[in-house]
């Protein structure tokens, strides 16, 4: 009966973590995106993001350079947002870029 309560322990601590590690994927998407500063975030709704305003017009550029998360360079994180590219989502990247 012991050995039960023991299996049952286990098997929800692995599903936990297999949660955690599905979680940190998805904050991750498809796309990586390099602002004006030439900053990386992996959120285009990210408040850091910056956007160029044209000093004359005043009219603000809002595009983005959206890249496929698998086309990432170990340079572009050589800068990246400190408000959504957490430590974990960073070393998600360069394993990423490892792999290829
Ligand atoms: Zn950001």
């Not at 949660?19 to 991750?28: G, I, M």
């Not at 550029?61 to 572009?76: A, G, H, K, L």
């Amino acid at each position: 009966m012991k050995y039960l309560y023991v299996l049952i322990f286990l098997s929800i601590l692995i599903s936990c973590n297999k949660q955690a590690q599905e979680n940190k994927e998805s904050l991750v998407g498809d796309y990586v995106y390099i602002d004006a500063n030439d900053a990386l975030h992996v959120r285009n709704n990210c408040i850091s993001l910056r956007h160029v305003t044209n000093e004359f017009t005043g009219n603000t550029d809002m595009s983005v350079e959206r890249i496929p998360i698998e086309e990432c360079t170990r340079n572009m994180l050589q800068s990246t947002c400190s408000r959504c590219v957490t430590d974990s989502i960073y070393e998600h990247l360069l394993k990423t870029i490892e792999k290829q």
